[in-house]
């Protein structure tokens, strides 16, 4: 793990390649929970809501343009960003400082495109009592120039260079389809499209 005092090197990733590889493929865990209220502000949570309109309640998704929507508005294939537990640990020891790479659900799973293509649903705890499930997007990950300045050039060339592109170092977008609670230390299940 890498102090949060300085930056983790390319050959320091490198390295950790059989770690990242060695996440759970079918049954993993929700590791964290993150909120942004707003531009910069970050709220670890106990417990968020996963909402079809909204996503996660309270988040400032529905408000954050985008330059990939048709109108400039939010994304609708980006109302989630999801990111591996241990690629972000590998760059921060504190979940305050996991927390700044913006993304909203931390999960310890492969988010490869092997394990996870387009249209896999991941559920989020037990639906039938409170959880929730959402769907993988095509809508490619990749983070932005905060990414840079909070983890460093060497985290954000590795997360989308050849190691990291394929495995979704960065992460991957997603859109809620069951609304539900989530916590971080629930079970995520996945379903793959035609499964």
Do not use: K
Request: hydrophobic share 40%; glycine share 10%.
């Amino acid at each position: 793990m890498v102090d949060s005092l300085r930056f983790a090197s390319t050959e320091e990733l490198m390295a950790a390649l059989p770690t990242l590889d060695s996440a759970p493929r079918d049954v993993g865990t929700l590791e964290l929970v993150v909120c942004r209220p707003a531009a910069g502000e970050r709220e670890i949570l106990a417990e968020g809501a996963l909402d079809v309109a909204v996503g996660l309640v309270g988040d400032n998704w529905q408000h954050r343009p985008s330059s990939r929507s048709a109108d400039g508005g939010a994304h609708p294939d980006m109302q989630l960003n999801v990111m591996s537990w241990r690629m972000v640990s590998l760059l921060a020891d504190s979940d305050e400082r996991r927390a700044l790479a913006g993304d909203q659900l931390y999960v310890d799973l492969d988010l490869s495109h092997d394990n996870l293509p387009a249209r896999s649903r991941l559920v989020i705890g037990d639906p039938e009592t409170r959880g929730a499930v959402i769907e993988v997007t095509e809508e490619p990950h990749t983070g932005c120039s905060q990414f840079i300045e909070r983890f460093g050039v060497d985290a954000q060339r590795f997360a989308n260079g050849r190691e990291g592109r394929p495995r979704r170092l960065r992460g991957l977008n997603a859109v809620v389809v069951t609304p539900g609670l989530v916590r971080p230390g629930d079970v995520v299940r996945v379903l793959r499209p035609g499964g």
